[in-house]
């Protein structure tokens, strides 16, 4: 808000059990001994083998409509990512779901068809959480409001919302877990006299507007990052007992612009993709009520059975909102750079991102004193915070900034600005504070109109034979603004944009392509089906370190340890990590050395590991020295090895 005046980890480890040899306060691993082979629930002899031939992740296919598209709305369920409190979420890597059949005794043949039929939306959603990025495209319920999004998997968000009247079209930024809003065409009061270049640009960004949180933030939380959406949709898809047969000639065509789609109906709305390779999933619908009335009624009317209840929408993105149907395009590799790139831009603009829950009231009695030498501006002012801001503003402090505009005699003197300077929060929840600038461009401009003044008052003083008096005023238009972010604030934002985009890219030097993310946690579907992420694919691969695929580690010594090239995984009893077995014979590593945990960042307590660390072990699960094989305590350094 602005006044003016005319001046005269959420990765804490869990307590379930200690590593052998860890610290007191070491994070948690698997248990010794842990079965090595299936996730955990699988069942008995389980076979951990993981199909191969994942599709490469190319572009998304273009914009669309499935037919019959339909409304509706997620409980929110958190979902285990790595990276520390203030790294990025990372991308998956190209991998696979794959289905381990649950032991209730379920029909093999029916289990094999099903599997068979789920092979083009696990693909699809396994590129999905692959992207770099994901690009939301979708009309409001009333279908008048449009909403363009890109959201990259730390889950910044930019694009812009409207509803078909240019003047109130806005663009959104969320990042650093905040929400901004600038028009897309700036009105004239964000602005002192003059200090506006250009008439149609954007207006500034603001945070805290009146009642925002209120009508934006509930919008904004359907936007996941494409690893979360994939997540949420692959729950969905895991209670699913029946999938369209690719192959059925009886299927119905259908297309999303030209391509023809699969469609699945399950609890987070009707998930589109793309029936042939790449599989690709093109949008996410809500229900239609008038089209499941008609889906219900025909049958009775032709005599065929009733179909069963139709599905309703419980989980998802679409459960709370308002949406008509997403338009889901991934953002592949070769885009990331234009879309960090636009997203740094944006950020960088926060500089100037004005807190509207501030509302600055001008003192009168503003002082304006002019020269020879130029002008100088000095305004007291008080300020009122919203309940939302002194939630939203730490440190007890307001950032406030003052520009003024001056002209003399009717001509521009120029002006002169503030930069943020802090002022405290007084008991009462209220600020106030004096800040003052001064405008040298404005002396030679006074010296003109005081020359001016004494020319006329000579003139008019000989021609009336006596004294004559010309007068002639100065005056400032101050502006007065409390800054959305402290000092440095903005600088920290870019480098964490900056850090994501660099954290994307993986070296090619060492050949290795993929690998496996370390906190793909297992998830449990409600019709007893078993998942986990792990590697599908031709090439050989690493384990996954904090962005890039990791062939090795630096053991506390400054040796290089050889992580396994193996292509799967299996997730650890808490779901932080991953162990995979380390080929016999892998050279410089002891023997004994059989198995390696993967884990999680830890950024709390004690030991803290940002971007996570390897446990290696025998073949009984305890941790060892992988020079020598030998078990090692709690306090030792090999007992677990950060990840570079």
Known sequence: MTGEQPAPN?????????????????????????????????????PPGVPPGVPPAGAPIADGQAAGAPPGP?????????????????????GLLV????????????????????????????????????????????????????????????????????????????????????????????WADGERKDPDGPGRWTIGSPGESYTLDPVMAQYLPPTELAFKLWNALDQQDELPDPSDPDLPSLTVGGVPVLRADTSAGRIVVSKNKPYRVLRLEPYDLRQQIKDQLKPREEGEPTPSVPPRLTMGPLKDGDSEGMELAPVPEDQADTMYAELEKYAEQLKGAVDDGV????????????????????????????????????????????SAT?????????????????????????????????????????????????????????????????????RADTLVDARALAVGEVDRIVDQVRQERRDGKCPTTTGVKSGVHTSAAPLTGAQGHR????????????TQGQSCPLGEVTGPGGEKLPLPKGDSGTPVATGKGWTYDIPAGTKGLDPRVVKVRVMDPVTTGKYQYPKGYVVYMNKAGQSVNPLTGQTVSKADPYNHIPIP
């Open 359 to 402: 509302d600055f009231t001008l003192d009168g009695s503003g002082k304006l004193d002019c020269g020879r030498s130029g002008c100088s501006v000095r305004q007291k002012f008080t300020g009122k915070l919203s309940t939302e801001a002194k939630t939203r503003i730490t440190g007890g402090t307001v950032f406030a900034t003052l």
């Open 99 to 190: 289905w381990l059949a649950s032991s209730d005794g379920d029909d093999q043949g029916k289990s094999a068809a099903l599997q068979r039929n789920r092979e083009p939306f696990v693909k699809a959603l396994t590129n999905l959480a692959a992207a770099r990025g994901l690009h939301y495209k979708d009309t409001a319920a009333v279908g008048i409001t449009e909403r363009d999004f890109t959201v990259t998997q730390s889950g910044a968000v930019f694009g812009s919302i409207g509803d078909g009247v240019e003047k109130l079209d806005r663009d959104v930024l969320r990042v650093g877990g905040k929400t901004y809003t600038r028009w897309k065409k700036g009105r004239d009061y964000e």
């Open 10 to 46: 959420d990765n804490a480890p869990s307590a379930d059990w200690q590593a052998p040899g860890a610290p007191p306060d070491a994070p948690p691993d698997a248990p010794p001994g842990a079965p090595p082979g299936a996730p955990p629930g699988a069942p008995p002899g389980a």
């Open 406 to 474: 001056i002209s003399i005699d009717g001509q521009p003197a120029g002006g002169c600005t503030v930069p943020s300077r802090a002022f405290p929060i007084t008991g009462n929840g209220g600020v106030s504070g004096t800040l003052s600038c001064s405008a040298p461009e404005a002396g030679p401009v006074f010296a003109a109109a005081d020359a001016k003044a004494k020319a006329q008052a000579e003139q008019q003083a000989k021609a009336s034979g006596g004294r004559a008096t010309v007068r002639f005023y100065s």
């Open 531 to 542: 998942a986990s992420y792990a590697l599908a694919t031709k090439a050989s691969s690493g």
């Open 74 to 94: 997620v409980r929110r369920r958190r979902m285990l990512l790595a990276g520390a409190a203030a790294a990025v979420v990372l991308a998956l890597l190209a």
